[in-house]
């Protein structure tokens, strides 16, 4: 048997954290096991659905790298398919016409002892098919029910283990509305069975529709899928993850910097045991999950965490790969302005957390004006002696041959300066440090200033010479 899988989401909102996680657990089973996976828009709600919103949803999968086998495939279009599969559960009388009006339901809920506990009672299920057909053709506004069976519902959930409904616990629910528009659960199963989808992997929140699916599946004379139910995603404060805890849209962290390698292990590590590093390869996640990996219990969602990830995998591409994906995050008055360099993407990486904190650490490096922290140029203004050492300095850089401007001679270089100055190398160190990069913290100075070039060097470190004699020029302070 080919396994196969579908992620159907509802176009109406952005594909969000826990739609994307349910669609990465339903394409790692299917790639560990050579199967299909699915795409299926559910988009019958026309008052909610939008382009934009399903091109989002696209947009959001493709990032994550998980593409789908088959679709997309709008429910919009399949509604014969539904339509057919109503008269077939008539026929079969596992479904029939309930006349009854809404306000008449209301009522008889409204004089039970405990309404909020009332479920449909079954008024129209002894009305026989001769007199429900004669009715229907008169124009008498009527719902499709589906008449659950009296032996209760159950299946073996492959996250969440044995699950069980009794009929009492149900009612006869509606797959027809009185507008002929099918219901959530009709089209669900009907698109399931045409799809010939091997394994429902979804969200908890819908183990109550599960019985009623599986109803369904009983009066098609169809085998109904294997089920598993992934435990919710909770925030910091162990609550239901939604809008009051930041982003809930993949395309939000996408736009903030977050790599999509980060994002996916991120996902998969919500979703799995999958080991203890912090990222995996593509390939090694799909080689590690399985159903037995699945975690029962709802998983934080952490964002240092994530930052923590993305830290990794930004440190660990490659520099030609960052020097293209960072430019969507330089300022647009430094598009086409200078080439990113490739050095200082060598040396910044391994210190950024996302796109945007490189591309604001590339700026000094492709720019000669740019803002200094105002802590950090109050501090170096302090020291009376900071002009004449760094005066020094420069002259010292400047003698360094072209040939030889690497950390390690730049180290040795600078470190001289300082002892002929009379001073330590780090009353040298945080100033070169702030007129390099405009702040008082950065990677290893020496391998900041072999990332930056000697003439670039020389330059900022000027610049920053005359801020300190007071002359007004170089940058103010940052914003």
Known sequence: MTVRVRFAPSPT????????????????????????????IEDTDEARSTPEMTQG??????????AWDEGPFYQSERQALYLGAVRELLDAGHAYRCFCS??????????????????YDGACRAIGAEESGRRAAEGEPFVVRCRVPEDG?????????????????????????????????????????????????????????????????????????????????????????????????????????????????FLAQLGANLGEEPFLSVEEVVRRF??????????????????????????????????????????????????????????????????????????PFMVEEFPYDEKGLAKA????????????????????????WNPGNLEQVLRQSAEKSGVKAGALIHPVRLFLTGRTESPGIFDVLWAMGKAPTLVRLRRGLGKLQGDGSGGGSAP
């Open 13 to 40: 909102g952005n594909l969000h954290v826990g739609g994307a996680r349910t669609a990465l657990i339903n394409w790692l089973y299917a790639r560990k096991h050579g199967g299909v996976f699915i795409l299926r």
């Open 57 to 66: 949803i696209l947009d959001g999968l493709s990032w994550l790298g998980i």
């Open 102 to 119: 809404k306000e008449a339901i209301e009522g008889r809920k409204a004089r039970c002892e405990k309404p909020e506990e009332w479920k």
């Open 153 to 265: 519902l159950e299946w073996d959930d492959v996250v969440k283990g044995p699950i069980r409904f009794e009929s009492a616990d149900l009612e006869d629910f509606v797959l027809l509305r009185t507008d002929g528009t099918p219901t959530y659960n009709l089209s669900v199963v009907c698109d399931d069975c045409d799809m010939r989808v091997t394994h429902v992997i979804r969200g908890e929140d819908h183990i109550s529709n599960t019985p009623k699916q599986l109803a369904l599946y009983e009066g098609l004379g169809a085998r109904p899928p294997v089920f598993g139910h992934l435990p919710l995603i909770l925030g910091m404060d162990k609550r239901k993850l939604s809008k009051r805890h930041g982003h809930t849209s993949v395309t939000s962290y996408r736009d903030e910097g977050i790599l999509p390698l980060a994002f996916f292990n």
């Open 290 to 363: 399985d159903f037995s990996a699945l975690k029962n219990s709802p998983s934080v969602f952490d964002p240092a965490r994530l930052a923590f990830i993305n830290a990794k995998v930004i440190g660990e591409t490659s520099t030609a790969e960052l020097a293209r994906l960072v430019l969507p995050f330089m300022e647009p008055s430094l598009h086409g302005a200078a080439e990113v360099p490739s050095r200082a993407i060598s040396v910044l990486k391994t210190r950024a957390k996302d796109f945007r904190e490189l591309a604001q650490t590339l700026v």
């Open 381 to 404: 203004r302090k020291d009376p002696g900071a002009a004449t050492v760094l005066e020094a300095l420069c002259r010292n850089l400047e003698a360094v041959p072209n040939g030889e």
